[in-house]
């Protein structure tokens, strides 16, 4: 489908207990409705992610892990530089 594995299946475990559970076997017919929507829409937005950086899901992951050890300016050359805090 033009996505990466992992979200993709992700979407679609969200949309299928959206749309089963909560749709039809409770006869509340606008989680179907929901559910097309947030699959169409999560669909394309995954496959814009693919073709701008098909490993942008792993990217973001780590990113978000090392977030810490990413200091916000180069000591190279600066012997008083000031270490980066994270709240």
Do not use: W
């Not at 992992?6 to 475990?13: G, K, R, V």
Request: some cysteine; glycine content about 10%; aromatic content about 10%.
């Amino acid at each position: 489908m033009g996505c990466e594995r992992f979200p993709f299946l992700m979407l679609c475990m969200v949309v299928t207990l959206l749309a089963g559970p909560g749709g039809l076997m409770t006869g509340h017919f606008v989680n179907i409705l929901i559910a097309a929507a947030l699959f169409f829409a999560g669909r394309s937005l995954l496959s814009h992610m693919a073709k701008s950086d098909p490993m942008m899901s792993g990217v973001f992951g780590r990113s978000v892990k090392y977030r810490a050890e990413y200091p916000a300016i180069s000591d190279i050359g600066f012997k008083n530089a000031p270490k980066a805090r994270r709240r």
